[in-house]
């Protein structure tokens, strides 16, 4: 059964900086490129960061320069460093398979606010 348990979320000031963590159980993560999800309320999850097995990035436009998504095989975790946070990036934050499996783990919620 494959669990995927992201850490890390918290409330920040405007400009601050928040690293996120998720940790995937079972073979999907060493045979998967993965990605950063975020769910604002009442609108469905989308895609901000995607990492290839080869180690390729995409960022979403409304992110790219901010975030930056990483993977450290050894730990089967993916994070994601997200610097100069803005109110408009306040959602809650999932990490999954890129293109997503069908089940989501609990999330970590992200506050930007003064």
């Known amino acids: 059964q494959v669990q995927l348990v992201e850490s890390g979320g918290g409330l920040v000031q405007p400009g601050g900086s928040l690293r996120l963590s998720c940790a995937v159980s079972?073979?999907?993560?060493?045979?998967?490129?993965m990605g950063w999800y975020r769910q604002a309320p009442g609108k469905e999850h989308k895609l901000v960061a995607f990492?290839?097995?080869?180690?390729?990035?995409n960022y979403a436009d409304s992110v790219k320069g901010r975030f930056t998504i990483s993977r450290d095989n050894a730990k089967n975790t993916v994070s994601l460093q997200m610097n100069s946070l803005k109110p408009e990036d306040t959602a809650v934050y999932y990490c999954?398979?890129?293109?997503?499996?069908?089940?989501w783990g609990q999330g970590t919620l992200v506050t930007v606010s003064s």
């Open positions: 990492l290839s097995r080869s180690g390729r990035t």
């Open positions: 079972g073979s999907i993560f060493s045979s998967n490129s």
């Open positions: 999954n398979t890129a293109p997503p499996r069908p089940d």
